[in-house]
């Protein structure tokens, strides 16, 4: 049934721009054609909706320039409503009668008494276009120019950080589009603020218009004595005031609550919530004010005291969770997950609990400060269960086993791994930050199992759809119902803890050279001191530093080739160290030892490596672009050239993939590093081999040649000419 009403809908939402379209001739049908009274109702019922519907997208949007299209919306529902304005009047004035709704608010709403429904719109419009409007038109007015004044010094520091090499051109696009967006948006919204203004000033206009001309028509045209038509046009023209001013009044709250949010990564409720009831101190101070209110001569003793009730019942219940949780309700508590083991340990009988506070002297305070965690988890509050080891989470266990993992497949030792929430993210949400820098993202849904797509079936199964976060595969996140369903049609199934910690796991991979620091390695090489000295002492500190050693194994690393074999990385250094200082040279020469070790994880049957090779020819071509720096090697393409290598590229190692194999590319040893160096970028996950450091035994089955562009197989090579 849901899919037979989705097609429509989506149907409709494709032809959105024929909606708006519509809908706006219409509106100005509204100012010349009457309507009959029950398509009014269904109209002003239309537009409350509306204003309520807006109003309701600004407290969940999350960042204000998201709702770029608030000021043109803002101005066609002012538009709308004062066309409707126009409609009730015409019916008004002319029928004495527009309608149930506007019947509704005449006699319901303010009780058929028209001096309070006088006094309720003055009021209104009062506290529309002299609190909401006036205020959220000046902030509007100074937002606007200070972001118009900002924006040059945003835009010169993009471009200082692109000529840096510290973000590449992609981002710094996405960054100028965002600044510039974000100027579009508030000077957008510091006109959009004089519409709502200027409706207020209409509404008041048009309902004396309404009261004078409906008072002198009773009279005059329709034999009423004084006192009925005054009670009756007064009546239908409030109610009409009203029916417009409560949709203007929502709309003018909406656009006030947009332009005084600050960007942040939440709704406006968690970010209240989050703010507001941060300290419990507060909550119990404001009851003890509350009990003193109630106290004093002649105040209600109950509302008092039971609002005092709650408050201190909801400051306890703050505190006891601050003293639960050991830090401040809105900060971030840190568990460690290689001492999560030894803090789950319970004291010996008749000793305290352990509080896990450590008294700091104030450097030491201040120090802990500045301090950041290597690589830290951040998880929304909706996945605290997974971490929180009375209730059965084995998150902080499963990922010190990762760490065992890498350790065991790739010879590093990964840094504790911080496990903390983050009252900022969405409840389903975690993060992987890597000395505070966001690096990886997803979303979990608790209670459900990712059932993921990979023997391509046809069966779509009951769920939310969604993407696998690590290979980006088609998922679902099903019940457990439609588990075995799952199973049945070839679906790999996982659970919501599984999914993040092989996403974790992926991550570290991909960021483990940035996790080995000089630290680090200084214990590696202590390490292999103890059985080794000779080594160590023909190494260091003669032939090389410890900084060249760790660009080698963070070279290594970087390429996904596994330090295991320390020892032996150690020796290739001192073997090749009176050839060359650079790290990048002596990470190449080790690869040729390290090919026994590595190369065989690429083979796609035993002795057989399927992969990419470059025509000769354009082999020989790039070996003329590679530029050389003391800090760093790559090629010199242009535009052109690059495109069509990474065209082809793109096609023979999807078709690797799609048949199950890994992407492998086999070029010489001269061009191996350049060209990994350029596209790593654009292909992260193919790995680029040279032939020397292949092993004797294996052999190269061809997947693929990728060919010289037309101006490459047309040109003249000196080497070429030369012979």
Not at 415 to 435: C, G, I, K, Q
Request: hydrophobic share 50%; glycine share 8%.
């Amino acid at each position: 049934m849901s899919a037979v009403v989705a097609s429509p809908v989506s149907s409709l939402l494709k032809r959105a721009d024929l909606v708006f379209t519509g809908g706006l001739f219409l509106t100005i049908l509204l100012l010349i054609m009457p309507i009959p009274a029950v398509l009014l109702d269904t109209l002003l019922a239309l537009n409350l909706g509306l204003s309520l519907l807006v109003l309701l997208a600004i407290i969940y949007v999350k960042d204000p320039p998201e709702f770029s299209s608030f000021p043109v919306l803002l101005l066609t529902l002012t538009l709308f409503r004062l066309a409707l304005n126009i409609s009730t009047t015409r019916q008004v004035l002319v029928k004495g009668y527009a309608g149930e709704v506007i019947e509704a608010f005449g006699h319901f709403v303010i009780q058929g008494n028209y001096i309070v429904g006088a006094v309720v719109f003055l009021i209104l419009v009062v506290i529309n276009f002299v609190v909401i409007t006036k205020g959220a038109g000046r902030i509007a007015e100074v937002a606007a120019r200070f972001t118009l004044d900002a924006l040059p010094g945003k835009q010169m520091a993009i471009d200082a950080e692109l000529n840096a090499g510290i973000i590449d051109e992609v981002t710094a696009t996405a960054r100028r589009v965002k600044v510039q967006k974000e100027a579009d948006f508030y000077g957008a919204m510091d006109g959009a603020s004089k519409f709502v203004r200027g409706d207020a000033i209409a509404g008041i206009i048009i309902t004396l218009v309404n009261i004078i001309g409906g008072f002198a028509i009773g009279v005059m045209q329709m034999g009423m004595s004084l006192g009925e038509s005054l009670q009756k046009f007064t009546l239908l023209s409030i109610g009409d005031g009203l029916v417009s001013q409560i949709p203007a009044l929502i709309l003018s709250v909406g656009a006030g609550i947009l332009v005084t949010r600050a960007s942040d990564s939440m709704n406006v409720g968690a970010q209240v919530a989050g703010q507001l009831f941060r300290y419990p101190r507060a909550m119990k101070i404001s009851a003890c004010m509350l009990a003193a209110f109630g106290l004093m001569p002649g105040m209600p003793l109950v509302p008092f005291m039971g609002l005092a009730g709650m408050a201190a019942f909801l400051g306890k219940i703050l505190r006891d969770q601050e003293d639960k949780s050991g830090h401040p309700i809105g900060q971030e508590p840190t568990v460690t997950a290689s001492k999560a083991g030894k803090a789950a340990k319970p004291g010996k009988p008749g000793e305290p609990a352990p509080t896990g506070e450590i008294k700091l002297s104030h450097t030491e305070d201040v120090r802990k400060l500045v301090e950041v965690d290597v690589f830290a988890i951040e998880i929304g509050y909706g996945l605290l269960s997974l971490a929180d080891l009375k209730a059965g989470g084995e998150l902080l266990g499963r990922v010190t086993g990762v760490r065992k993992t890498l350790a065991r497949e790739k010879g590093i030792v990964v840094p504790p791994v911080s496990v903390r929430d983050n009252l900022e993210l969405e409840p389903n949400d975690y993060r992987f930050l890597l000395r505070g820098k966001q690096v990886a993202r997803g979303q979990l849904m608790p209670g459900r199992w990712l059932a993921m797509n990979v023997s391509s079936s046809k069966v779509r199964l009951k769920g939310v759809p969604t993407r696998e976060p690590v290979f980006n595969l088609d998922a679902t996140w099903i019940d457990e119902a439609e588990k075995k369903t799952a199973d049945l049609n070839g679906y790999t199934v996982v659970d919501p803890g599984s999914v993040l910690i092989t996403h974790l796991s992926e991550t570290l991979k991909l960021n483990a050279h940035h996790l080995l620091g000089r630290q680090e390695v200084q214990a590696i090489v202590d390490h292999i001191k103890q059985t080794q000295p000779a080594l160590v002492g023909e190494l260091l500190p003669d032939l090389v530093t410890l900084g060249i050693i760790q660009r080698v194994f963070q070279n290594l690393l970087r390429e996904n080739v596994a330090i295991l074999n320390q020892p032996l990385i150690l020796e290739g250094i001192a073997d090749f160290a009176s050839l060359s200082k650079n790290p990048d040279d002596l990470s190449e020469l080790v690869r040729r030892r390290l090919g026994l070790y590595f190369v065989p994880e690429f083979e796609s049957r035993p002795g057989v490596v399927r992969a990419v090779t470059l025509d000769p020819r354009l082999e020989q071509w790039l070996a003329s672009k590679v530029h050389r720096s003391p800090s760093d090697v790559g090629l010199v393409l242009d535009p052109a050239t690059a495109r069509h290598l990474i065209e082809q590229i793109t096609k023979l190692t999807g078709d690797m993939v799609q048949q199950g194999q890994p992407a492998v590319i086999v070029v010489s040893a001269e061009i191996r590093l350049p060209l990994k160096r350029f596209f790593e970028s654009s292909f992260p996950r193919v790995t680029v081999l040279s032939f020397q450091e292949l092993p004797a035994a294996t052999e190269v089955e061809n997947a693929g040649i990728v060919t010289a562009p037309p101006h490459v197989a047309r040109a003249e090579l000196p080497l070429k000419a030369a012979a």
